[in-house]
């Protein structure tokens, strides 16, 4: 059974950090690249980013680059989005999907950015 297990959500003040961990199983890790998508409310959900398993390369949205990373470790099967220099507009549930396919995703992860 294919799972994405997202966590590490929470609250934090706008300038501050947090990390999200995306746990995989189920799925040969290398066949996939790994996408990070948010919805915050009344909103679309929208892409944040994503990271290829296989050669680590990786690609933002204008909204975020420069503030977040995406990482991986392949021995865990764990992908992360480290974010910093939150705002109150990144406040938004955060889901990990398999990519290209956007077959599986996560429960989602609630962020909130207090202003």
């Known amino acids: 059974e294919v799972r994405l297990v997202e966590s590490g959500g929470g609250l934090v003040q706008a300038g501050g950090s947090l990390r999200l961990s995306c746990a995989a199983s189920?799925?040969?890790?290398?066949?996939?690249?790994i996408g990070w998508f948010r919805q915050a409310p009344g909103k679309e959900r929208e892409g944040v980013g994503c990271?290829?398993?296989?050669?680590?390369?990786?690609y933002y949205a204008d909204s975020v680059k420069g503030r977040f990373t995406i990482s991986s470790d392949n021995a865990k099967n764990t992908v992360y989005l480290q974010m910093n220099s939150l705002k109150p507009e990144d406040t938004a549930v955060y889901y990990c999907?398999?990519?290209?396919?956007?077959?599986?995703w996560g429960q989602g992860t609630q962020v909130t950015v207090s202003s």
């Open positions: 999907v398999t990519l290209p396919d956007l077959n599986y």
């Open positions: 189920g799925f040969t890790f290398d066949d996939y690249a």
């Open positions: 990271i290829s398993s296989s050669d680590v390369s990786t």
